[in-house]
């Protein structure tokens, strides 16, 4: 019978060692701007009970109505693999007292993440999210800080055709005259709505502005938009993120009919978008939370963050990984377990002097070590033979012999 060939499920992806070094470097470089900003590393298991999403994420979010990866345990709890990084995050700020720290609690995560959607380019079942939470403060300062922080991220990768949308949903209490004008708005054109919207008017009205129904488009374009209703103290933190942001010289759109997919959020909401991405151009974003602490039982704390896909910013920087090379290859000449065994320790030398060194594992003869060398973009290969060390400049092809005495300096000053 012949074997089955299993592959990985629908949604998923193997990182490949190439993909790998890329997102390396993605989530290095995150990690070092964040830190310097003092955003300190924080992780959070895989799954979590589901009624942390459900209560922290919104019961009528698409996150939680449909693409949650939901099991049993076998105590016949229910768990979720989680969709999101806040939620938890905020249970662990509460959960660990992080309430008595200085504040705010500066937070930096990344790691892989689970929603059941439809794959594409760009949506995946398991992804993977960077992101970054300001828990504990409630100026304007911090908004405009974590923006500035991804709008640095994405420059210093280089990554090309970012536009910054900016939005205000209001606080909470100030949402609820709003909402009530959009339902009423909505109400009016019901017929025109589609099906999923008309469904949600009561629980979900601003969904209705991230509809592609061209119905639902036509009676958004004409619906009351939330940022020109701001009042009070939300105006006023509204113009304060955008002088900020001005004076830091991030710019930014101001995007009225921004909308979000997660309940949480208040006041600044913000969406990093990229024109190489097409359909799924999100490439990051975020927004103030300053409801959530709370409502997942922590004392009342404004919070604000973001998360980025790391397989969007790849798909944006859509660059081909060079090889990373190496440093030195270990040949032996004349097949001897003896020889096989120096070069092994020569590799292992010349690794602990920081040179990157690699030893044939295959039984190669020295033609085919050489060979095996060169696709490994080998820079040059230390032959052990019957009379000492031969060691070859890959690219001129020059040889010479050397001592394996004083290989380490040979190799670490000057060139071959
Ligand atoms: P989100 O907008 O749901 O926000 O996800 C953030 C980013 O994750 C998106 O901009 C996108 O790049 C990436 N992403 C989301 N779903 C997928 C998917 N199926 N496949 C590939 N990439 C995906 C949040 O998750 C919030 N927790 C962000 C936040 C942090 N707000 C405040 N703090």
Same mark, same amino acid.
């Given at each position: 019978?012949?074997?089955?060939?299993?592959?990985?499920?629908?949604?998923?992806?193997?990182?490949?060692?190439?993909?790998?070094?890329?997102?390396?470097?993605?989530?290095?470089?995150?990690?070092?701007?964040?830190?310097?900003?003092?955003?300190?590393?924080?992780?959070?298991?895989?799954?979590?009970?589901?009624?942390?999403?459900?209560?922290?994420?919104?019961?009528?979010?698409?996150?939680?109505?449909?693409?949650?990866?939901?099991?049993?345990?076998?105590?016949?709890?229910?768990?979720?693999?989680?969709?999101?990084?806040?939620?938890?995050?905020?249970?662990?700020?509460?959960?660990?007292?992080?309430?008595?720290?200085?504040?705010?609690?500066?937070?930096?995560?990344?790691?892989?993440?689970?929603?059941?959607?439809?794959?594409?380019?760009?949506?995946?079942?398991?992804?993977?999210?960077?992101?970054?939470?300001?828990?504990?403060?409630?100026?304007?300062?911090?908004?405009?800080?974590?923006?500035?922080?991804?709008?640095?991220?994405?420059?210093?990768?280089?990554?090309?055709?970012?536009?910054?949308?900016?939005?205000?949903?209001?606080?909470?209490?100030?949402?609820?005259?709003?909402?009530?004008?959009?339902?009423?708005?909505?109400?009016?054109?019901?017929?025109?709505?589609?099906?999923?919207?008309?469904?949600?008017?009561?629980?979900?009205?601003?969904?209705?502005?991230?509809?592609?129904?061209?119905?639902?488009?036509?009676?958004?374009?004409?619906? &009351?938009? @939330? /940022?020109?209703? =701001?009042?009070?103290?939300?105006?006023?933190? $509204?113009?304060? *993120?955008?002088?900020? !942001?001005? #004076?830091?010289?991030?710019?930014?759109?101001?995007? &009225?009919? @921004? /909308?979000?997919? =997660?309940?949480?959020?208040?006041?600044?909401? $913000?969406?990093? *978008?990229?024109?190489? !991405?097409? #359909?799924?151009?999100?490439?990051?974003?975020?927004?103030?939370?300053?409801?959530?602490?709370?409502?997942?039982?922590?004392?009342?704390?404004?919070?604000?963050?973001?998360?980025?896909?790391?397989?969007?910013?790849?798909?944006?920087?859509?660059?081909?990984?060079?090889?990373?090379?190496?440093?030195?290859?270990?040949?032996?000449?004349?097949?001897?377990?003896?020889?096989?065994?120096?070069?092994?320790?020569?590799?292992?030398?010349?690794?602990?002097?920081?040179?990157?060194?690699?030893?044939?594992?295959?039984?190669?003869?020295?033609?085919?070590?050489?060979?095996?060398?060169?696709?490994?973009?080998?820079?040059?290969?230390?032959?052990?033979?019957?009379?000492?060390?031969?060691?070859?400049?890959?690219?001129?092809?020059?040889?010479?012999?050397?001592?394996?005495?004083?290989?380490?300096?040979?190799?670490?000053?000057?060139?071959?």
């Amino acid at each position: 019978m012949a074997a089955h060939k299993y592959q990985a499920p629908r949604g998923t992806f193997d990182v490949l060692p190439d993909a790998a070094r890329l997102r390396g470097r993605i989530e290095r470089t995150a990690a070092e701007i964040l830190a310097r900003a003092g955003y300190e590393r924080i992780a959070t298991p895989s799954f979590e009970d589901t009624e942390l999403f459900e209560r922290g994420v919104g019961h009528s979010t698409d996150i939680v109505r449909k693409e949650m990866f939901t099991f049993e345990d076998k105590g016949g709890r229910s768990l979720t693999l989680r969709p999101e990084g806040t939620a938890p995050i905020c249970r662990a700020y509460v959960e660990h007292g992080m309430q008595a720290l200085a504040q705010p609690v500066k937070l930096a995560y990344a790691g892989p993440f689970f929603r059941h959607e439809r794959p594409q380019a760009g949506r995946y079942r398991q992804f993977h999210q960077l992101g970054a939470e300001a828990i504990g403060s409630d100026s304007p300062l911090a908004d405009a800080e974590l923006i500035g922080l991804l709008a640095e991220i994405l420059a210093e990768l280089g990554v090309p055709g970012v536009e910054l949308r900016l939005g205000s949903l209001g606080s909470f209490e100030a949402r609820q005259a709003y909402l009530a004008e959009l339902k009423e708005h909505l109400r009016a054109h019901e017929g025109e709505l589609s099906k999923e919207v008309r469904e949600r008017i009561d629980a979900n009205p601003l969904r209705a502005f991230d509809s592609d129904d061209d119905g639902t488009r036509a009676v958004m374009a004409t619906a &009351p938009k @939330l /940022v020109e209703r =701001l009042e009070g103290e939300d105006a006023e933190h $509204f113009a304060e *993120v955008r002088a900020l !942001l001005d #004076a830091a010289g991030v710019s930014y759109v101001i995007d &009225p009919t @921004l /909308v979000r997919g =997660l309940d949480y959020y208040t006041r600044t909401i $913000f969406s990093f *978008v990229c024109d190489r !991405l097409g #359909a799924q151009s999100e490439i990051g974003g975020g927004g103030r939370y300053d409801g959530l602490v709370e409502q997942l039982g922590g004392k009342p704390t404004p919070a604000v963050g973001w998360a980025a896909g790391i397989e969007r910013i790849m798909l944006a920087l859509d660059e081909e990984q060079a090889a990373p090379g190496r440093d030195v290859f270990v040949a032996v000449a004349e097949e001897s377990a003896q020889r096989r065994s120096l070069a092994l320790v020569l590799a292992g030398e010349l690794r602990k002097a920081g040179l990157s060194a690699e030893v044939d594992l295959g039984g190669r003869g020295l033609k085919g070590q050489l060979k095996h060398a060169d696709r490994l973009g080998a820079r040059r290969v230390l032959i052990l033979d019957a009379e000492g060390a031969q060691l070859r400049d890959m690219s001129s092809g020059e040889q010479r012999s050397v001592e394996t005495g004083n290989l380490i300096e040979e190799m670490t000053g000057g060139e071959a």
